[in-house]
């Protein structure tokens, strides 16, 4: 019979990148977080679209 693999908890996120675990850890130590909770309000972040400050003040003459 063939062993069983150990499997490890997910935490419900996709596979983040070393440099997003750091950002992640680095932010939920700051605002008392979760590294899980800091990484889904990142990610949110990112996704969300960005808006131009230039276009939106611009003056109508």
Do not use: W
């Not at 019979?1 to 992640?24: F, N, P, T, V, Y």
């Not at 130590?29 to 909770?37: N, P």
């Amino acid at each position: 019979m063939a062993k069983k693999k150990d499997r490890q908890a997910g935490s419900g996120i996709a596979e983040a990148s070393r440099a997003e675990i750091l950002e992640a850890t680095y932010f939920a130590r700051k605002c008392g977080l979760t590294r899980d909770e800091a990484l889904q309000m990142i990610r949110e972040a990112h996704a969300s679209p960005v808006l131009n400050p230039a276009e939106s003040e611009k003056r109508k003459h």
